[in-house]
């Protein structure tokens, strides 16, 4: 089993940055994605970018060359570096977990693993 903590969500302005944190705890030899969804109110969950375990990824279109996804191996977390961040950027970030590999990941209704999702705000 495998549990997931989201952290580092938060308010700021447009242009601003933040980096996202996804502690993965216990074991899941079956996991070989792991990635990011977000969520804004209204709207349907979004797959934002996503890390398979031979080193692919994948973006969603609206995030290339902003965001930049990377996994410390060692400590087994999962981070989402966000740059220039803009308004339509505001939503709920939840990390996820699932065997699949990275071109399949945003496809998922519902990856194996799931985290508790952490707000991220941006004001213009």
């Known amino acids: 089993q495998l549990q997931l903590t989201e952290s580092g969500g938060g308010s700021v302005q447009a242009g601003g940055s933040l980096r996202l944190s996804c502690v993965a705890s216990?074991?899941?030899?079956?996991?070989?994605?792991m990635g990011w969804f977000r969520q804004a109110p209204g709207k349907l969950r979004e797959g934002v970018a996503v890390?398979?375990?031979?080193?692919?990824?994948n973006y969603a279109d609206s995030v290339k060359g902003r965001f930049t996804i990377s996994k410390d191996n060692v400590k087994n977390i999962l981070y989402l570096q966000m740059n220039n961040l803009q308004p339509e950027d505001t939503a709920t970030y939840y990390c996820?977990?699932?065997?699949?590999?990275?071109?399949?990941?945003?496809?998922?209704?519902?990856?194996?693993?799931w985290g508790q999702g952490t707000q991220v705000t941006v004001s213009s």
């Open positions: 216990g074991y899941s030899a079956s996991t070989n994605s």
């Open positions: 890390l398979d375990n031979d080193g692919n990824t």
């Open positions: 996820a977990g699932d065997p699949v590999g990275a071109s399949a990941f945003f496809k998922l209704r519902r990856p194996n693993y």
